[in-house]
């Protein structure tokens, strides 16, 4: 079982920036993939941002250039970086980990932007 807390949501203007972070129970350097999803109200769950075991990332065309997402596996934690953030960024942010095939998922933050 793994278990993940996110923090670092908030209230923000347009145009500022947030860090989230995610702290997992488990060895993250173990996990296949590590990554932050959003569910903004009456849309679907999105991937936000992702990053592999090996290190690589990617983005939806929405947040790149502007998200960017690390992990330092000494601390178990992984951090999403919001940069220039737009009101449509508002929404709940998840932490998600991939291990052997299981999703876990954390419990969410909630970001806000205002205009």
């Known amino acids: 079982q793994v278990y993940l807390v996110e923090s670092g949501g908030g209230l923000v203007q347009a145009g500022g920036s947030l860090r989230l972070s995610c702290a997992a129970s488990?060895?993250?350097?173990?996990?296949?993939?590590m990554g932050w999803y959003r569910q903004a109200p009456g849309k679907q769950r999105e991937l936000v941002a992702e990053i592999t075991m090996g290190g690589s990332s990617r983005y939806p065309s929405s947040v790149k250039g502007r998200f960017t997402i690390s992990r330092d596996n000494a601390k178990d934690t992984v951090y999403l970086q919001m940069n220039s953030l737009k009101p449509e960024d508002t929404a709940i942010y998840y932490c998600?980990?991939?291990?052997?095939?299981?999703?876990?998922w954390g419990k969410g933050t909630l970001v806000t932007i205002s205009s």
């Open positions: 488990g060895t993250t350097s173990t996990f296949n993939s």
């Open positions: 998600n980990c991939k291990w052997y095939g299981i999703n876990y």
